[in-house]
């Protein structure tokens, strides 16, 4: 054993020795991290290994490799351990910061397990669709699995099942995109024919109010003894907005000023839409408790109120319409008035359909409003449904004709 001591000072000890004719030199460590009697116990095992005919360097290689091995195992062990679930939660921290709300919760919400007590009813709620899958294997998550889960969920509930089969596939081709899932996911599992099959189509819907229906609706909405849910009823039918995104109206999105809407979209991100003299009656009738415009209990938004609206249906006596219906509504309804389809397709959110539309057409708020206000006053009219639009918004007086 010898002390190296470099020109910057640094002290080592180092064992030196001679096997098969050539001088070997081995670190064994600074001073300030052995003591001596610590190096000169390592310098006798490497000497021992030496008289034996043992290259030290050669044992440490094998060393170093083996530990490797057993390293890379676990890791793969690991690797092969990994749940859908584990990485499902892993696609929801990276992803969540480019999703809305609303695609989040369906992430979530479809996920999730059962055996929670329901908060409109009594009981308690039941498995998500995508729930069984959770515990699998994401290595195990073959192409004819994914078809047997998809058959099992299309018996009860396809449409949910339709929208949960969607959000796997994009996991499943995000799990492709990362190096530490690539290897276990073959392909796409959720991307076959049969599973395609086994969904099925969805239905076209065709739930919507006509016209002769109108009186007996809105008379049924302002009985409802929530004025929240009264009001957002009505604003879905008067703006065409997608149920979510007028749920998700907050009071700083309403521009009293401009008299604009802001809608959080899944289109553009947003637009602006007139906020007509109707609605903004509704609106500004409602009691400021929170962030919310259509504020539920406490400081929450009001969960969708799917229920009020069957209830207001029965009571009309007109055949069931769905909150999507509503919106449905205000499209089938337009069709009664020369109103241009670019008018209707800016105000419900949907995308350009020509090249003139996408490019050439630029619609100012006011131009939008002469329109919105003359699909509002004639949905009224034929509710028979009369206010003053000159009254102080808030203090709303609405006379059946």
């Given at each position: 054993?010898?002390?190296?001591?470099?020109?910057?000072?640094?002290?080592?000890?180092?064992?030196?020795?001679?096997?098969?004719?050539?001088?070997?030199?081995?670190?064994?460590?600074?001073?300030?991290?052995?003591?001596?009697?610590?190096?000169?116990?390592?310098?006798?095992?490497?000497?021992?290994?030496?008289?034996a005919?043992?290259?030290?360097?050669?044992?440490?290689?094998?060393?170093?490799?083996?530990?490797?091995?057993?390293?890379?195992?676990?890791?793969?062990?690991?690797?092969?351990?990994?749940?859908?679930?584990?990485?499902?939660?892993?696609?929801?921290?990276?992803?969540?910061?480019?999703?809305?709300?609303?695609?989040?919760?369906?992430?979530?919400?479809?996920s999730?397990?059962?055996?929670?007590?329901?908060?409109?009813?009594?009981?308690?709620?039941?498995?998500?669709?995508?729930?069984?899958?959770?515990?699998?294997?994401?290595?195990?998550?073959?192409?004819?699995?994914?078809?047997?889960?998809?058959?099992?969920?299309?018996?009860?509930?396809?449409?949910?099942?339709?929208?949960?089969w969607?959000?796997?596939?994009?996991?499943?081709?995000?799990?492709?995109e990362?190096?530490?899932?690539?290897?276990?996911?073959?392909?796409?599992?959720?991307?076959?024919?049969?599973?395609?099959?086994?969904?099925?189509?969805?239905?076209?819907?065709?739930?919507?109010?006509?016209?002769?229906?109108?009186?007996?609706?809105?008379?049924?909405?302002?009985?409802?003894?929530?004025?929240?849910?009264?009001?957002?009823?009505?604003?879905?039918?008067?703006?065409?907005?997608?149920?979510?995104?007028?749920?998700?109206?907050?009071?700083?999105?309403?521009?009293?000023?401009?008299?604009g809407?802001?809608?959080?979209?899944?289109?553009?991100?947003?637009?602006?839409?007139?906020?007509?003299?109707?609605?903004?009656?509704?609106?500004?009738?409602?009691?400021k408790?929170?962030?919310?415009?259509?504020?539920?209990?406490?400081?929450?938004?009001?969960?969708?109120?799917?229920?009020?609206?069957?209830?207001?249906?029965?009571?009309?006596?007109?055949?069931?319409?769905?909150?999507?219906g509503?919106?449905?509504?205000?499209?089938?309804?337009?069709?009664?008035?020369?109103?241009?389809a670019?008018?209707?397709?800016?105000?419900?959110?949907?995308?350009?359909?020509?090249?003139?539309?996408?490019?050439?057409?630029?619609?100012?708020?006011?131009?939008?409003?002469?329109?919105?206000?003359?699909?509002?006053?004639?949905?009224?009219?034929?509710?028979?449904?009369?206010?003053?639009?000159?009254?102080?918004?808030?203090?709303?007086?609405?006379?059946?004709?």
């Open positions: 054993m010898a002390l190296r001591v470099t020109p910057t000072g640094r002290k080592t000890y180092i064992f030196e020795s001679r096997l098969n004719g050539a001088t070997i030199r081995i670190n064994i460590g600074t001073v300030a991290d052995w003591p001596i009697e610590k190096a000169r116990t390592k310098a006798q095992e490497l000497k021992m290994l030496v008289d005919g043992t290259d030290p360097r050669v044992l440490a290689r094998e060393k170093l490799t083996a530990k490797a091995a057993d390293t890379a195992k676990a890791k793969q062990q690991a690797a092969q351990a990994l749940t859908v679930g584990e990485a499902w939660q892993t696609y929801i921290d990276d992803r969540k910061s480019h999703w809305g709300t609303l695609h989040l919760n369906d992430h979530i919400r479809l999730a397990a059962g055996g929670v007590q329901r908060k409109r009813s009594e009981g308690l709620t039941i498995d998500a669709p995508l729930y069984p899958l959770m515990a699998v294997r994401l290595i195990d998550l073959s192409a004819s699995k994914v078809t047997a889960w998809a058959q099992e969920q299309a018996k009860t509930r396809p449409t949910p099942a339709r929208l949960s969607r959000l796997l596939r994009a996991f499943l081709t995000w799990c492709a990362q190096d530490a899932y690539a290897p276990l996911v073959a392909g796409n599992a959720a991307k076959t024919r049969k599973t395609r099959e086994a969904l099925g189509k969805p239905g076209a819907k065709k739930d919507a109010l006509q016209r002769e229906q109108l009186p007996a609706w809105f008379a049924a909405i302002r009985q409802i003894g929530n004025p929240a849910i009264a009001a957002y009823l009505q604003a879905l039918l008067l703006t065409g907005a997608r149920p979510g995104e007028l749920l998700a109206l907050r009071w700083t999105d309403v521009n009293l000023a401009w008299k809407i802001t809608i959080h979209d899944k289109v553009e991100g947003e637009r602006v839409i007139p906020l007509t003299s109707y609605v903004h009656h509704l609106i500004a009738g409602l009691p408790r929170g962030e919310w415009v259509f504020a539920g209990a406490g400081e929450h938004t009001l969960t969708r109120p799917a229920k009020n609206l069957a209830t207001a249906c029965e009571v009309a006596g007109v055949d069931h319409v769905s909150l999507h509503l919106r449905r509504s205000f499209k089938s309804l337009t069709e009664w008035l020369e109103i241009p670019g008018v209707v397709a800016q105000l419900m959110g949907h995308k350009p359909s020509a090249t003139a539309e996408k490019h050439y057409t630029v619609r100012p708020l006011d131009l939008l409003r002469v329109h919105h206000e003359k699909i509002e006053a004639w949905i009224l009219e034929q509710a028979g449904v009369t206010f003053d639009a000159k009254a102080e918004p808030g203090k709303l007086r609405v006379v059946a004709g």
